[in-house]
């Protein structure tokens, strides 16, 4: 299994740009997540899915979109590129809600110019 | 909503001495916790959890955790640190669907 995995790794926007952060998982889990880190500050959910076809906003969603239409990939798109998007971005994914441990993706680097 | 606090921004301690890494968080009922370590450039890996019964928990490479609810505390430890255990350190709380993480604590670990 891969687990989960993301891209890009990197990425470098312009101010208006949009763009689609990709993520996969092939563990057939249900529950997919999307964090941004950034420095000092811990990780903050932007989005979440309890299964195909349904998501919800986490603590940060302004800015960005999700949509699950399968159960192994969990797009997020950023519409009009902001300076303060620049982050560290990760998809996580876990089997079900009840504390089961949540499996991170290496990350994408997003920095918006 | 609840909240998560890791007073320590950044510890050192010397390679071979103990460790203990505090977490605090705020939650009405008994949470689930968990700590997740983070090498430079990965992502996060589980190191333990605790949801119900024994209240000092192991984890993965040596570290256990204590839940204490007098204290609203769930601080890691380990008896011997390990250069290789040097990477940032994050305690997190599960509130319905969303996990909450406390900002982080950065280990360095000197010879």
């Known amino acids: 299994n891969a687990g989960v995995t993301q891209t890009p790794k990197f990425r470098i926007l312009k101010i208006g740009q949009s763009m689609t952060l990709q993520c996969t998982q092939d563990?057939?889990?249900?529950?997919m997540y999307w964090y941004r880190q950034d420095p000092g500050m811990g990780l903050k959910l932007i989005y979440y899915s309890v299964g195909a076809g349904i998501t919800d906003k986490g603590e940060v969603p302004n800015g960005y979109n999700v949509s699950r239409s399968t159960t192994e990939d969990f797009p997020l798109r950023l519409e009009l590129a902001a300076p303060s998007q620049t982050s560290v971005y990760f998809c996580?994914?876990?089997?079900?809600?009840?504390?089961?441990?949540?499996?991170f993706g290496p990350g994408t680097r997003l920095t918006v110019l | 909503a609840q909240s998560v606090t890791q007073p320590d921004i950044h510890i050192t301690v010397s390679e071979g001495a103990s460790l203990e890494l505090r977490c605090n968080y705020s939650y009405g009922a008994t949470p689930y916790l968990f700590w997740y370590v983070q090498s430079p450039g990965q992502g996060l890996q589980l190191l333990l959890k605790y949801f119900s019964g024994d209240t000092l928990v192991q984890g993965i490479k040596g570290f256990e955790a204590e839940f204490k609810r007098s204290q609203s505390s769930f601080n890691l430890r380990k008896p011997s640190v390990h250069w290789s255990d040097a990477a940032e350190y994050f305690c997190a709380v599960l509130e319905g669907n969303d996990m909450r993480f406390g900002a982080g604590t950065r280990l360095t670990v000197k010879p």
């Open positions: 563990m057939n889990h249900n529950y």
């Open positions: 996580a994914s876990t089997r079900t809600r009840g504390g089961d441990e949540q499996f």
